[in-house]
């Protein structure tokens, strides 16, 4: 009763702000804060009022499980099963035909010269198609005007809708890959993926909503400055420890990013007020997106998981809260309007999500086959691109004083990754030489 109470609460304060700007029917009556339905503060409250519908009860469901100690009272039937395996992992007694929990075994082959180089430029290309048409789209669906063929123009708002997109198709390729190919026994409960969930699809929102205010160039900029929130979200969440080089290259990325900022703020249609929502949206995207990384970090180390498995129960439940809060706002009813009325939408959001998806299994296969400074470096260099293609494609005016800011940021980048390697090389030949010293 409590559980449905809740739910029952939470939509109708939902239905209450729709009711105040009037959001279905803005024609036929005049809203009583209609200037609201535009402000992005007021739409990311009517997002966390639906993903609310979710937290709330599982948070009183988890409370009161382990609270009357549940699961150990109750002899193992279907609906018990399901609550162990949402709150506390699968039995550890059961399922042991699967893989070890290590993870499936690393298949170590000798590869040629030619052939890993052929991977590799595989890797390169698959990384760069699929996430430079990613931005491109991105960019055209958030910033640019659709026209149908009698004239009729539309912008296209809703970026949940969006979100749910590129999380429905990346969860049923990663769930299908799943059940195609053997992977390790997982033990981790799928409440431990709500944290990651909910960081990731916030981080992508603001992603998008972001772009209504700032620049794509400004927006990709940001992300190769993430180092800096990163580095924050690892001291709070791991406890980690940073080399001095770290902090001199994030001071550097600051440096950069600031010319950046200084050469690119003349762009006549900007104002200080849209150009700082766009900043708190940017910052807003690099703190959840460094939680979001930190997080998974965590649950990789302790329950050693595949790639695949992480990617399944974070879309899984990206795709419980978009779903709920869509429903609630009515967010299928209006984005399915707008591609009936607009064709060309429905492509763009087609292509938009198998660019998605197919970037994420690129990313886990890059980093398996060659490890994560090659595919840092590969991102690095697509960055670069997405900035040259955009400015090329929109037309985006940056000053001499913005493109000193990108190089600085980009050398920064790349002399942090030159100083990573250099320092692992330079522990492994100490390693060496005291283990040469001790046969001795």
Not at 209 to 233: D, G, H, N, R, W
Request: proline share 3%.
């Amino acid at each position: 009763i409590l559980i449905l109470s809740t739910i029952g609460i939470i939509y109708l304060i939902t239905q209450l702000f729709r009711s105040l700007v009037d959001l279905d029917n803005a024609d036929t009556a005049k809203p009583l804060l209609s200037g609201l339905g535009d402000s992005w503060l007021f739409r990311l409250s009517l997002n966390l009022l639906g993903y609310a519908t979710i937290l709330v009860p599982g948070f009183l469901i988890l409370k009161y499980v382990r609270r009357t100690n549940y699961l150990e009272k109750t002899a193992p039937s279907c609906f018990p099963n399901l609550v162990r395996l949402c709150l506390s992992g699968p039995d550890p007694l059961l399922g042991m035909d699967g893989a070890p929990l290590g993870g499936p075994a690393t298949q170590t082959q000798s590869h040629s010269s030619l052939k890993q180089g052929s991977l590799l430029m595989f890797c390169f290309l698959g990384l760069q198609l699929t996430y430079l048409t990613w931005g491109l789209l991105q960019e055209k669906i958030m910033t640019q005007e659709y026209e149908t063929s009698e004239g009729v123009k539309g912008y296209f708002r809703d970026s949940q809708f969006l979100v749910f997109v590129n999380r429905i198709l990346a969860f049923a390729l990663s769930g299908a890959y799943i059940l195609c190919v053997r992977q390790p026994r997982h033990m981790a409960p799928l409440y431990k993926y709500v944290y990651c969930s909910f960081s990731n699809i916030m981080s992508s929102w603001c992603q998008y909503e972001a772009l209504k205010y700032v620049s794509f160039p400004t927006q990709v900029l940001a992300k190769a400055s993430k180092i800096i929130p990163v580095m924050l979200m690892g001291k709070l969440v791991s406890r980690k420890k940073y080399d001095y080089y770290e902090y001199i290259t994030a001071v550097l990325i600051s440096v950069g990013m600031t010319f950046f900022m200084l050469g690119s703020s003349n762009q006549g249609k900007e104002t200080g007020v849209t150009t700082f929502s766009g900043l708190v949206l940017l910052g807003s995207y690099m703190l959840f997106d460094s939680f979001t990384s930190n997080w998974q970090g965590e649950l990789f180390t302790q329950y050693s998981m595949s790639s695949v498995q992480m990617m399944c129960g974070v879309n899984l439940f990206s795709c419980l809260f978009t779903t709920v809060s869509l429903l609630q706002q009515g967010g299928f009813y209006h984005s399915l309007n707008f591609m009936i009325q607009f064709p060309k939408f429905m492509l763009d959001c087609v292509i938009l999500s198998l660019c998605s998806a197919c970037g994420q299994l690129f990313i886990f296969y890059t980093i398996a086959t060659f490890g994560p400074v090659v595919f840092v470096i590969i991102m690095t260099i697509r960055q670069l691109l997405a900035i040259l293609l955009s400015c090329l494609i929109y037309h985006h005016y940056i000053s001499a004083m913005g493109i000193a800011g990108v190089i600085i940021v980009f050398v920064a980048v790349f002399l942090r990754i030159y100083c990573n390697q250099r320092l692992k090389a330079i522990k492994g030949r100490r390693i060496m030489a005291q283990v040469g010293s001790g046969k001795v």
